[in-house]
């Protein structure tokens, strides 16, 4: 078995002093309203504030929100887009540890759960959005912006965009979900490409190294490449890309991604691993053995490399501009 030292459990918040703002008790708050809440998250319905929401916007009851600027405004009206409300998801998700906080790795020594746990967060919060947008007969959410934050081993991933429906389109089954601005949508239209949905790819994997790579290199006179971790690092590229492809595939066909965003990292740690067998003395890594200790455990240097990017898929519907007539075919084939 094999574990990541690098997590770690933060410490319990000191309580403050109390004031008259944080004895307040909110509306929202009431005990039996958040039973009701989860009650109604945990069967895949929305809350019940959320409904009161939705339907007092559509009414006409409360004003419209939207996360378009006002020349973004101006070029989706253009387009007869007209907007309904705005909506949002969120989801934290926790990658499963063990009880000192060490992230489990697989046999390859890739971090799985810290990579499901990503997928899964940004899956739920998209989920709930459109569940928004479904329950006031959108056809897209637009202009929807996002951000993944990770705290140790806690994923979150929340979003926030504008419902929208097509003027004399029937809603679809399920709403297209887009990042891009009000020009960028404008300009994909009247070139014949509709936005769709938003794509991750995402990978992490820790590589054990031995010391001519620890100390080694590192205290060489020579300019040389490190390239047992180059090419691991390469490698967890192409596998965030590939999953990133698939990832904007699986609701529609898509035919590229535009807008993507990358962040990356290389960093140094160290792997814990423990002993399979009652007669392994320890195990060797590039040349280099280390002997399990009393407890069974072998502490080894190693390099993270994480690679991440976050883009808009598009599918191509036309070679001029796209009419209502591309977008439901397209609604309606998926």
């Not at 989920?127 to 806690?154: K, M, P, W």
């Not at 965009?161 to 990042?179: D, E, H, I, W, Y």
Request: net charge neutral; hydrophobic share 40%; with cysteine.
């Amino acid at each position: 078995m094999v574990f990541m030292p690098f997590f770690r459990r933060p410490s319990k918040p000191q309580d403050g002093p109390r004031t008259s703002l944080t004895n307040k008790v909110y509306e929202s708050q009431r005990p039996e309203e958040m039973q009701a809440d989860l009650q109604a998250l945990e069967s895949g319905d929305l809350p019940n504030k959320a409904k009161v929401r939705l339907h007092r916007t559509i009414s006409g009851e409360l004003p419209w929100m939207s996360t378009y600027s006002t020349p973004d405004f101006f070029l989706v009206e253009h387009l007869r887009i007209e907007p309904l409300v705005q909506v949002s998801g969120a989801c934290y998700f926790h990658a499963a540890t063990d009880s000192q906080g060490h992230i489990f790795l697989d046999s390859n020594l890739d971090a799985t759960n810290l990579v499901r746990a990503y997928y899964r967060a940004k899956d739920e919060a998209i989920d709930r959005l459109i569940q928004e947008a479904t329950a006031v007969g959108a056809h897209a959410v637009l202009n929807a912006r996002y951000r993944f934050q990770r705290d140790e081993t806690v994923v979150s991933f929340t979003i926030l965009g504008t419902a929208v429906r097509f003027m004399g389109l029937n809603p679809p089954v399920k709403p297209l979900v887009s990042p891009l601005s009000g020009e960028d949508t404008y300009k994909l239209l009247q070139r014949g490409w509709l936005p769709v949905n938003i794509a991750l790819g995402y990978h992490w994997h820790c590589m054990p190294v031995g010391f001519s790579t620890k100390y080694g290199i590192a205290q060489s006179w020579y300019n040389q490449e490190l390239t047992d971790i180059s090419n691991r690092f390469m490698q967890s590229r192409d596998l965030a890309l590939q999953k990133m492809r698939q990832d904007g595939a699986r609701h529609y066909p898509v035919s590229g991604f535009v807008g993507v965003k990358i962040d990356y990292s290389v960093e140094e740690t160290e792997i814990i691993f423990v002993r399979n067998g009652l007669f392994d003395n320890g195990l060797t890594i590039d040349g280099t053995f280390y002997p399990y200790d009393d407890m069974g455990r072998a502490e080894v240097p190693a390099f993270n490399t994480e690679f991440f990017a976050t883009g808009a898929s598009i599918v191509r519907l036309s070679t001029g501009q796209v009419t209502k007539s591309d977008i439901a075919k397209y609604l309606l084939l998926n």
